[in-house]
Nanobody, 123 residues
Framework: QVQLVESGGGLVQSGGSLRLSCVAS????????MGWYRQAPGKQRELVAT???????NYADSVKGRFTISRDNSKNTVYLQMDTLKSEDTAVYYC?????????????????WGQGTPVTVSS
């Protein structure tokens, strides 16, 4: 089992910055994929940024050049630096982790989610 706890959300003016943090505990490995998703009111959850199992980063087109995902495996923490925030970035931001373990003779994958941290960008 993996537990994820996000923090850092809040209210910020358009053009401002926030840094979200996600601390993972439990059966998490530095090789596990982790990422950030968001869900705006009335919309589906969407990918924001991911750190893949191979160490590559991916971003949604809408945040490229403005958001940066980073990771500190010594702290089991993944960050999302959000700069030049826009009103359309308003959403609840969720941290995710995907694990793959070889158990009982086969590979087993699991997805985990945090409880979410709200971000509101005022125009």
């Amino acid at each position: 089992q993996v537990q994820l706890v996000e923090s850092g959300g809040g209210l910020v003016q358009s053009g401002g910055s926030l840094r979200l943090s996600c601390v993972a505990s439990g059966s998490i490995s530095g090789d596990d994929a982790m990422g950030w998703y968001r869900q705006a009111p009335g919309k589906q959850r969407e990918l924001v940024a991911t750190w893949t199992r191979g160490g590559k980063t991916n971003y949604a087109d809408s945040v490229k050049g403005r958001f940066t995902i980073s990771r500190d495996n010594s702290k089991n923490t993944v960050y999302l630096q959000m700069d030049t925030l826009k009103s359309e970035d308003t959403a609840v931001y969720y941290c995710s982790a995907n694990t793959i373990r070889f158990l009982a003779g086969r590979y087993r994958t699991n997805d985990y989610w945090g409880q979410g941290t709200p971000v509101t960008v005022s125009s």
